[in-house]
């Protein structure tokens, strides 16, 4: 995995789709990403129309 930077990253994830719409190179899960890296993430729920979307925001630990 290339170097994450002191960015805030933004992954997309759509009910019941198992790919994400905003990927970080070809990890195969958050907990993947977190045990790799010094982030951490927080899921957001929300619902626009008929589509529930997973903001997943990670950023980097202090």
Known sequence: MNSLE???YL???QKNLSKSLIMIQK???LKEIR???DFYYKSVFLKIGCDHLNFIYL???L
């Open 27 to 29: 990890s195969p899960s």
């Open 35 to 37: 045990r790799k890296t």
């Open 6 to 8: 002191n960015v805030v």
């Open 11 to 13: 992954l997309i994830y």
């Open 59 to 61: 950023t980097k630990k």
